[in-house]
Structures are given as C-alpha cells and as structure tokens.
C-alpha cells in the first residue's frame, strides 16, 4: 500500500510540474512577438509563483525527490525499476536545463531596463522560450516513464478461451413448441 501511496504522489508532483512548464510552452508563439518593455514586464510580475521562494519550485525539488525515492522503492521489481530510473533522470535533466539555460537568461532579463532593453535582449527571451520548451520535453519524458512503469506492473489476467457450443433452438414465450399464428 506505501508504494502505491508513494507513486501517486510522485506523479502527481509530477504532472503539477509537467503542467506549469506546460503553459510556458503554450504561451510561447505570442510571447515571441511581444515588444520588449511588454516581454520585461510580464516576465517580472506573471511568474512570480513558478520559482522560489514560491510553490514552483518546490514542486519541482518534491517531484525529483520522489521519482529517486520511488526508483529505490522500485529497485527489485523489473522493468518498472529501470522506467522509473529513467523517469527520474528525465526530471533531473530538465532541472540542468533550468540552470544552464533558463536562470541566466532570468538573471540578465530581471538586470535590464524595461525602457530601454539591450540590443542583445531577444537573444536572452529566445534562450528563456526555448528553455522552457526543452525542460516540457524532459519532464514529459518523465511522466511518461513513471505513468509506464505503473501500467507495467499491473497484472493482466489471461484470456481464457471458452468452447463454442451448437447454437440454441429459439424458444417462444409458451415454450419450445409454440409458433405465432398466421
């Protein structure tokens, strides 16, 4: 019972994680068009929650812990071990991405002035998109493997075939002898 406990907390921090990278990914394509005083703006006021000291990122650290603590809890029983493995490591390569890609372009984009951006500021905002669309495609990945490595271990019982017996006489409401009138 614990461990059934424990991955459907893991997938769901999981799928809470999914859908907030999720909605970076859908507002994107407009996002791309926005002038770079609007981009600034939002990009300093509309996502407070995603990073901490707020809930985003604890979703994610809770998220990544779980998966590793389920692929220990998961360790003897194959081939869900090795789909949890891998949906931990997918988590855990859309947190590196987060940190190579996504927090420098938040720390340059949070320097600028929303009057008078850099040159240079689309550069950091593609950075910041294409980031975003990366750290979706892992943690995907991610909840795909785990959701696998449940539906791997559910017993499948086996198809019994049963004989096909001669077909039955039709039997009216009266009994076998009854006939409608004509």
């Not at 999914?18 to 996502?47: D, I, N, Q, W």
């Not at 991610?142 to 096909?164: D, Q």
Request: aromatic share 14%; proline share 9%; charged share 15%.
């Amino acid at each position: 019972m614990f461990l059934r406990i424990w991955r459907f907390i893991t997938i769901t921090l999981t799928a809470l994680l999914m859908g907030a990278t999720f909605c970076h990914v859908l507002e994107s394509p407009a996002k791309m068009r926005y002038p770079a005083e609007l981009y600034l703006t939002l990009h300093r006021t509309l996502y407070m929650a995603f990073g901490p000291p707020n809930v985003g990122a604890f979703i994610e650290i809770g998220a990544i812990l779980a998966a590793v603590a389920l692929a220990f809890l998961t360790r003897k029983r194959l081939p869900a071990f090795w789909l949890t493995l891998a949906g931990a490591a997918f988590l855990v390569a859309g947190l590196v991405v987060y940190f190579v890609f996504v927090e420098p372009a938040n720390v340059a984009m949070k320097a600028m002035s929303l009057n008078a951006p850099p040159a240079g500021w689309p550069q950091w905002r593609d950075q910041w998109e294409y980031g975003h669309i990366a750290r979706f495609i892992f943690q995907l990945l991610g909840f795909s493997a785990l959701a696998l490595s449940i539906i791997f271990e559910i017993p499948v019982a086996p198809v019994t075939v049963r004989p096909v017996s001669p077909p039955r006489k039709l039997r009216g409401p009266f009994g076998p002898r009854w006939r409608p009138e004509r």
